[in-house]
């Protein structure tokens, strides 16, 4: 069966080449920068095709002003449409009523069940978030919330437990010391790598979103930075390790720039990087210039 493995990246672009900034330019990312042919992941790269994988500076901002956000960037990759445009600005985090609507009228979880094919979502979230949404004190924010209008259930502590589903961090160490679990599975970023890969063979669509990258673009330092792009890294070579180029495509992507640039706190206008990675890479990448073009790829492909 013909799959894909979109792992979602959020707030990472294309920046300076400058180590006092841009963890991107300091970074040790072996996997990122084999499929680039020793090539970093900055402002001025161009797109590049290694025999394996496909890379393509994509634009966030799509002629909108003001700094790309997550709730247009993520609804724009999920629905192909361009959705600041639609709503007249960049609008995030969280969904409001104008995204929700879009949302909800049309996405790509909704197309591929209308069609009868395989999707889903493979973050695991804890008890307490759904407790947090059904009392109305969190609100869905734009991936989950493309995922519960197609009526695909979000996963949970018992799907993680089963090996179903991954934590945010890959190798599930948050869920012991941030959540408190005591019998949910621990990985190596390696292992947590090759088990993404083996999940994904079981599905048309195979989503996982990594919203980790965009906190530490806020928050975090910039080694915080380094690291959480080398985890990163490490996984990716861990699916890479279990991964013929024959079975289907790995996508990377993300909603805006943020994390390479640590001169200040906020989201960026760089582009973001993609890569599309297995044999049919090109038919697959050829629409993509900027977030509008994920969601027909993906459908012509799954079709
Ligand atoms: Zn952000």
């Known amino acids: 069966m013909r799959h894909i493995l979109f792992l979602f990246l959020d707030g990472i672009g294309l920046g300076d080449d400058d180590p006092l900034t841009n963890p991107f330019a300091r970074a040790n990312l072996k996997t990122l920068h084999s499929l680039l042919d020793g090539k970093k992941l900055l402002r001025d790269t161009p797109e590049h095709d290694n025999g394996r994988a496909r890379f393509i500076p994509t634009d966030a901002s799509m002629g909108v002003g003001g700094p790309p956000q997550s709730a247009t960037g993520q609804a724009t990759i999920l629905t192909g449409l361009n959705v600041p445009q639609l709503i007249g600005g960049h609008w995030g985090p969280k969904p409001n009523q104008a995204v929700t609507e879009i949302l909800k009228r049309e996405n790509v979880f909704m197309s591929l069940a209308a069609k009868g094919k395989s999707a889903v979502l493979i973050n695991a979230y804890p008890q307490r978030y759904f407790e947090a949404i059904t009392r109305g004190k969190r609100m869905y924010s734009a991936i989950p919330m493309a995922v519960d209008a197609a009526n695909i259930p979000l996963m949970t502590a018992d ?36 088990r993404l890969a083996e999940v994904s063979r079981q599905r048309g669509l195979t989503f996982f979103e990594h919203w980790i990258t965009d906190v530490v673009g806020h928050r975090g330092t910039i080694d915080d930075g380094v690291r959480v792009l080398e985890r990163f890294d490490s996984v990716l070579e861990g699916v890479l390790e279990n991964w013929d180029d024959e079975e289907g495509l790995i996508v990377i992507t993300s909603d805006h720039g943020n994390i390479e640039n640590f001169s200040h706190t906020h989201h960026t206008q760089n582009k973001v990087p993609t890569y599309v990675i297995g044999r049919r890479r090109a038919g697959f990448s050829d629409g993509i210039r900027d977030l509008t073009g994920f969601t027909p790829a993906i459908l012509r492909y799954l079709d």
């Open 159 to 194: 799907d993680l437990r089963a090996g179903h589903a991954f934590s945010a961090d890959f190798t599930g160490e948050g869920w012991r010391t941030e959540l408190k679990y005591e019998d949910t599975p621990v990985y190596s970023l390696n292992e947590a790598g090759k």
